[in-house]
């Protein structure tokens, strides 16, 4: 017991003892090293840890209702066209034509019971023979009733024992970018087929010229759906399926349609008066962003800058002058000159539109009636004139003339070099103000005009007065 204790009390003093040196020797040396930490603010990104309820998603599309509705009325169209082929030996020496029948395949939709049917323009063209294929194969003969190459649009007709299936038209403008389409027609002759997508943009021009108002969407088009529908999920026409765009002619995502608005007032045009009636505003300008806002000096990057005015046009009785901003039209918002020409292409001259515009720091109103196209242009010898807005008439320093907008007479083109942004100032020795006093040389000549025109005064591009007398 004895010993112990003494263990115990040896073990207590030799704890004691190794303390108090670490208190003494090392303690007092040792260097407290305190870490600086500088506080950030935490960095967040948006993320939504709450339960997500597979219950509420909305269910994938179903397009089997508007496929249904819409199958049966969209046919295969044949067109017969009769072309010139190379002449060979062979034909030189026996006498033979060398002219062969060339057959295009398309797309048609049936709009009516009594069998009218829409297509497109450049899948009839030429044609000497058409023929159309119904969904269960019932094959007819078809009129040409008429067309409008301007916005590809063809007008049909067959002959038919009973009532055929249609398709209701829709409201193009109403169509929304993101919505769900169907495209049904017979690419490669593989006959109803129907693929899907969405509306991409609208208002889109191919050509940079300001004449197309396109819906663009990512639906599979191919060569052979020309003519053919699109639909939206409630089966309603919204376009009719016109071009793609593609390095190797197939499809690669993007294709455009007519929409269905511009193609109803077509052929209903063609029916009622069988032309198409062209109702215009008469404005010229640019669209604007941020490029040609700076050039203009205007703080607005959407909307249609007004350049120019057409005399007797409906903007310039309604008040509309250069330096006025269209923000829109009715309810459609005009962001570029494509929304408004897709829009006034389904509309009439005499119809009245409500066009917005900003000029200067204000905002209003004017109610437009439409002119007819007529006033301010007209055709003869294959060349198309318009009226000379004030703009160009200041800019030249003239006061009179028509301006040539387009010139299919090679002749003339060769002999004196007439093309587009030419000025005609005088034929014959007469004054020409307006496209009226084109039109009144023609009900005087005929068809003998282009004899009878002896002298002929122009202004080229560079603002060279210019005459020619003809012998």
């Keep these: 017991m004895k010993k112990i204790a003494t263990l115990l009390f040896v073990s207590v003093l030799g704890g004691l003892i190794t303390l108090s040196a670490y208190k003494l020797f090392i303690e007092e040396n040792a260097t407290i090293r305190v870490a600086e930490h500088t506080e950030e603010s935490p960095s967040f990104v948006q993320t939504n840890y709450g339960n997500t309820n597979l219950n509420t998603l909305p269910a994938a599309p179903n397009f089997v209702d508007a496929a249904e509705k819409t199958l049966h009325a969209v046919v295969h169209v044949k067109n017969t066209a009769v072309v010139s082929s190379p002449t ?103 006959t109803s087929t129907v693929t899907a997508g969405i509306i991409s943009a609208k208002s889109r021009d191919l050509t940079g010229q300001n004449h197309q108002s396109f819906i663009q969407t990512d639906a599979a088009v191919n060569p052979g759906n020309s003519g053919g529908a699109l639909v939206n999920s409630n089966g309603e026409l919204v376009g009719i399926n016109t071009a793609i765009s593609s390095q190797t002619g197939s499809y690669i995502g993007y ?65 509309i002058i250069k330096g006025d901003i269209i923000t829109k039209i009715d309810d459609v918002k005009i962001s570029k000159f494509s929304d408004l020409t897709g829009y006034l292409n389904t509309k009439r ?98 068809d003998k005009l282009v004899d009878k025109i002896e002298t002929l005064e122009l202004i080229n591009r560079r603002g060279q007065k210019q005459s020619y007398i003809f012998r």
């Design 88 to 190: 060979t030996l062979e034909d030189f020496f026996f006498g033979r034509r060398s002219q062969r029948a060339q057959v295009g395949t398309g797309s048609g939709v049936i709009i009516d019971k009594n069998g009218y049917i829409i297509t497109n323009n450049h899948v009839i063209a030429g044609a000497r023979e058409i023929s159309i294929t119904t969904n269960d194969n019932k094959i007819y003969d078809a009129k040409l009733i008429g067309t409008d190459p301007k916005t590809d649009i063809a007008l049909l007709k067959i002959e038919a024992d009973e009532d055929l299936p249609y398709i209701i038209f829709g409201d193009s403008d109403d169509a929304k970018i993101g919505e769900w389409v169907l495209a049904v027609g017979n690419p490669f002759n593989l």
């Design 349 to 446: 001259p005499g119809d009245v539109v409500n066009v917005s515009i900003i000029r200067g720091n204000n905002s209003t109103i004017l109610p437009v009636t439409l002119s007819n196209i007529e006033i301010m242009t007209t055709e003869f010898l294959d060349i198309h004139v318009r009226n000379l807005s004030q703009q160009i008439k200041d800019e030249y320093n003239i006061e009179n003339g028509v301006l040539v907008t387009k010139n299919d007479n090679y002749w003339l083109y060769q002999k004196i070099g007439l093309n587009r942004g030419y000025i005609i100032t005088e034929i014959n020795g007469q004054k020409i103000n307006t496209v009226e006093d084109i039109a009144k040389l023609k009900n005087k000549y005929g």
């Design 255 to 319: 294709s455009f349609a007519v929409p269905s608005n511009i193609a109803r007032k077509v052929v209903e045009d063609i029916m009622e008066f069988g032309n198409v009636q062209n109702g215009i505003l008469g404005v010229n300008g640019w669209s604007l962003n941020g490029e040609t806002s700076e050039k203009l000096e205007v703080n607005y990057t959407e909307g249609f800058f007004v350049g120019s005015v057409d005399e007797k046009s409906g903007a310039q009785k309604a008040g």
